[in-house]
């Protein structure tokens, strides 16, 4: 969670606190002699008695709760992030029992991106009580009590209290039928890192309208509670159903994992039913996505589209160069068909164990809880440093200083060893340029059940593959290839071109997110093991002279700097300044009440080591003609920046659907989100301004 979030939350949540505390205290400090301080004008209370009890059985009394106009809402039991549930005293004789109180089921309302558990209307709340077996119930006298409870519109809050006292009447049949029933069957929970799970059993011919948890439990024990204005995933197998809440951390909170959780479950149209859940196993394996932030396309769609996106891949600037080197050093070797196929099959187990790899444990982590998306290792300075050293040294290969087994075209038979190191590093550097074409699969892959997910993420690395696995094995494609001759050292020389625009790229987003000393770091380390590798390489062995304290030399230089680099990481702070549009920072109190002002809203989500981010930015959003039209139209812009991990903006990505960035929303004003494509046009955001211009007039 963000500093700026935890603040806007923090003082929401304290407000409302206050603001009960002052108007409740007043009410405890007279408690005792029971005496209405507030009154209930604005929201009144009766309580009615089920006819006359009978020993040993439950009796029902219910408590009719009736708003003085539609403004004021009431609150559950548990009334979410702000507000305050109903305190009942009954008087009753020894011996008596008195049941929790059974509610209907409850809305939400989000207000400043706090979610509170409300009742619009009237509303009745029903409480069994049990004479004992031996009770006195003829010519009882009426039950009497005391009630405190709150008022709220959704500007203010009033206390409300009533004393009480038992009437005969109301309808109990009518009220019976708003409670919402209980499972038969017991449900069960598992808390995973940040994230829990409860599997509800409910029959899989049920028809389910929409979805909402409401919990009882406001701590759910080491630290954490629910996020109740987070987006709630569902997913179903069968007779399981099963919903996953994001959690939150609070402090102070040092209780252990609850024994039971109870709740409800609304299916919409005011409909649900209470369940308890207990600890269990609560698995995702073999368990189809439902519903979460969208319904997911076809899995045989999602599969064809990750291996058209790997193939699109091969076109981009960090990974055409090693594709085509690759290429013509088969086409160099001659004509040895075995050796061709063992070096594309080499070369494509890299690319496709990379892709699986790096897929598999972006799954693994998200079942541990952790908020992490596609090119999530491109947030961690280190490996971003890595890679920037390793295309340095990539872009000086290609220049001639020296060889990288399986890059060289200088003929001989192809290197299976140097094919499969090949492989894996197209992929790793090919991950920040996926976003145009694996928006879809990628987010898909990420709700859909592990398996169908990991199938998504090799299809992703076959399609990176697959041009290099036809030339090995199809001698057609390689006899089509181009002539060897003394073209191809050119060719060579002109391929660190793309790979020092990459180096160069890496060089940009290592300044972005570390500063100006740790980009020079960084340079440090990559100029170093260029000379490392000058020194070592076959060419330089050659000459008879000895390179050791060379190569020596230049490995220090690389330590040394790697050293200066931990010392001098300095995150600079994001300034909206840098924008045209003035963008607020993202958050989800920000969001939400940027939509409560009735304005429209537009947010994008971007990163600086994300390419197609940076193209749309320049091409459709940080233009002149954005800004005049946003600003006709009112247009509250907002930008969440992922360039460095924030678990905030992952999880609301994961919850719309979208595996990384670039992701871009459009909020109409008084409307919901509409999902604009990741490769924006200079006219799209102009337009939908001016439709927005139009509309209000």
Request: charged fraction near 15%.
């Amino acid at each position: 969670m963000t500093l700026a979030r935890i603040m806007d939350v923090s003082l929401a949540r304290l407000a409302a606190f206050l603001l009960a505390l002052t108007c409740l205290l007043p009410a405890a400090a007279i408690a005792q002699d029971r005496t209405a301080r507030f009154g209930d004008e604005n929201i009144s209370v009766e309580l009615f008695a089920d006819g006359a009890p009978t020993p040993g059985e439950e009796w029902l009394l219910a408590l009719r709760f009736t708003p003085s106009s539609e403004e004021w809402h009431g609150y559950w039991s548990n009334p979410g992030d702000a507000g305050q549930g109903m305190d009942l005293q009954l008087d009753l004789p020894d011996g008596w029992q008195v049941g929790k109180p059974l509610y209907p089921v409850p809305q939400t309302l989000l207000i400043g991106g706090l979610m509170n558990h409300i009742f619009e209307g009237e509303y009745v709340v029903l409480v069994p009580v049990t004479p004992g077996p031996d009770a006195a119930v003829m010519n009882l006298a009426p039950v009497t009590g005391f009630v405190e409870y709150l008022a709220c519109t959704d500007r203010i809050c009033v206390p409300q209290d009533a004393g009480l006292r038992a009437r005969s009447g109301g309808n109990f049949d009518e009220w019976r039928g708003r409670i919402a029933p209980m499972l038969d069957s017991e449900a069960g929970f598992e808390i995973s890192g940040e994230r829990l799970r409860i599997g509800i059993p409910l029959p899989a011919s049920m028809d389910l309208g929409e979805l909402h948890l409401f919990l009882e439990n406001s701590s759910l024990g080491n630290g954490l509670r629910p996020d109740y204005a987070a987006v709630q995933t569902w997913i179903r197998d069968g007779n399981l159903l099963v919903a996953e809440l994001p959690l939150e951390r609070t402090k102070g909170d040092s209780a252990d994992t609850p024994v039971r959780i109870d709740g409800i479950l609304a299916l919409g149209d005011r409909q649900g039913v209470r369940f308890m859940a207990t600890p269990a196993d609560v698995p995702l394996e073999g368990v189809k996505a439902f519903r979460g932030p969208r319904e997911t396309p076809p899995f045989g769609l999602l599969v064809i589209a990750a291996l058209v996106g790997g193939l699109l891949l091969n076109i981009m600037p960090c990974v055409f160069p090693i594709l085509s080197l690759k290429a013509l050093a088969l086409a160099k070797a001659g004509g040895d068909e075995g050796a061709a196929r063992r070096d594309a099959l080499a070369y494509t187990t890299g690319v496709v164990l990379a892709c699986a790899g790096l897929g598999a444990l972006i799954l693994l982590l998200r079942s541990a809880g952790q908020q992490v998306g596609w090119a999530f290792q491109l947030q961690e300075p280190a490996i971003v440093a890595s890679l920037f050293a390793l295309a340095a040294l990539i872009t000086a290969n290609l220049l001639g200083l020296f060889a990288i087994p399986g890059l060289a075209i200088s003929g001989g038979k192809p290197s299976s060893g140097g094919s499969f190191a090949t492989g894996l590093l197209a992929a790793f550097v090919a991950t920040p340029c996926t976003g145009p074409f694996m928006a879809l699969a990628l987010g898909a892959a990420l709700v859909l059940r592990p398996i169908e997910g990991f199938a998504i993420f090799t299809a992703l690395g076959i399609g990176l593959a697959l041009p290099f696995l036809l030339v090995g094995f199809v001698p057609a494609f390689r006899k089509r290839l181009p002539k060897p001759g003394a073209w191809m050292e050119r060719f060579r020389r002109w391929m660190a071109l793309p790979m020092g625009l990459t180096v160069l790229a890496l060089g940009w987003l290592l300044w972005r997110i570390g500063g100006g000393l740790f980009l020079l770091s960084a340079t440090g380390i990559a100029a170093g093991l260029v000379y490392f590798a000058g020194m070592i390489s076959p060419e330089s062995q050659a000459s008879g002279k000895s390179r050791t304290l060379p190569a020596l030399i230049g490995l220090a230089m690389a330590a040394v700097s790697a050293i200066g680099m931990v010392r001098t990481y300095d995150p600079p702070v994001a300034d909206s300044t840098q924008s045209i549009l003035d963008p607020q920072e993202f958050s989800a109190a920000n969001l939400a009440a940027a939509r409560a002002s009735g304005q429209p809203v537009f947010v994008w989500f971007t990163a600086d080591w994300c390419i197609t981010c940076k193209v749309n930015e320049s091409v459709g959003i940080e233009r002149e003609e954005t800004r005049a039209a946003f600003e006709e139209a009112g247009v509250i812009a907002m930008r969440g920046d992922w360039t460095r991990r924030d678990d905030d903006i992952a999880a609301f990505l994961s919850q719309q659907g979208a595996a990384g960035v670039p992701l871009y929303l459009w909020y109409p004003a008084g409307g919901d989100a509409r999902q604009l494509p990741q490769v924006l046009t200079p006219d799209l955001l102009p337009d939908l301004a001016r439709q927005e211009s139009a509309r209000s007039r």
